[in-house]
């Protein structure tokens, strides 16, 4: 079982940039699949991003493309989330996931999850 910790977010102007860090304990972590979810009030959940323990094979929503970057480093046990060009739309609780199976948009749901963090985007 692995047990996931989210750091980083916060308030940032629009435009500008913030990192969210999932870091991981447990055993097996390059084995993994990894994804960063969001969450606003009064929506669904939303998929993010993703990352594929196998080959590094990153996916991404299409709202976030070209602007947010999914990492893994094996070393640390952690996977790292840099967004980039940050739009109030963007404002959520993020939420880190991981599984041993693919983390996909759809379901099922990913078996791991962090506790999450909030991105506060002011325009």
């Known amino acids: 079982q692995v047990q996931l910790k989210q750091s980083g977010g916060g308030l940032v102007q629009a435009g500008g940039s913030l990192t969210l860090s999932c870091a991981a304990s447990g055993p097996m972590f390059s084995r993994y699949n990894f994804g960063w979810f969001r969450h606003t009030a009064g929506k669904e959940r939303e998929f993010v991003a993703a990352?594929?323990?196998?080959?590094?094979?990153?996916t991404y929503a299409d709202p976030v493309k070209g602007r947010f970057t999914l990492s893994r480093d094996n070393g640390r046990n952690t996977v790292y989330l840099l967004m980039n060009s940050l739009k109030p739309e963007d404002m959520a609780v993020y939420y880190c996931?991981?599984?041993?199976?693919?983390?996909?948009?759809?379901?099922?749901?990913?078996?791991?999850w962090g506790q999450g963090t909030q991105v506060t985007v002011s325009s």
């Open positions: 996931a991981a599984d041993f199976a693919e983390v996909v948009a759809g379901p099922p749901e990913p078996a791991y």
């Open positions: 990352i594929k323990w196998r080959d590094g094979v990153t």
